[in-house]
């Protein structure tokens, strides 16, 4: 069965950092990209990152590139992101996600909340 559990959200304020960890399992973690959305309040949860299983590639949305970085640790199964420069419109829940065979798989999310 597989799991995602997301953990290292919080309250930070502008310009500050954290990173999220993803713990993967169920599954051959080595072999499938990972992914993280986030949910911004109100609105529809949309694609930031991608961490693929070949040579490193990581790949962004415009609103985090420069600012966010994925990686991956294919020997623990977990998947992170480091986030820096944070500004309140990143607040929002944050999701790991692998797509398995055709399916979405989810973790529960984290809060990130940006504020001063």
């Known amino acids: 069965q597989v799991q995602l559990v997301e953990s290292g959200g919080g309250l930070v304020q502008p310009g500050g950092s954290l990173r999220l960890s993803c713990a993967a399992s169920?599954?051959?973690?080595?072999?499938?990209?990972m992914y993280w959305y986030r949910q911004l309040p109100g609105k529809d949860r949309l694609l930031i990152a991608t961490s693929a299983p070949v040579r490193g590639f990581t790949a962004y949305a415009d609103t985090v590139k420069g600012r966010f970085t994925s990686s991956r640790d294919d020997a623990e199964k977990m998947v992170y992101l480091q986030m820096n420069s944070l500004k309140p419109d990143d607040t929002g829940v944050y999701y790991c996600?692998?797509?398995?065979?055709?399916?979405?798989?989810w973790g529960k999310g984290t809060q990130v909340t940006v504020s001063a």
């Open positions: 996600n692998a797509l398995i065979d055709g399916t979405n798989n």
């Open positions: 169920g599954f051959t973690f080595s072999s499938y990209a």
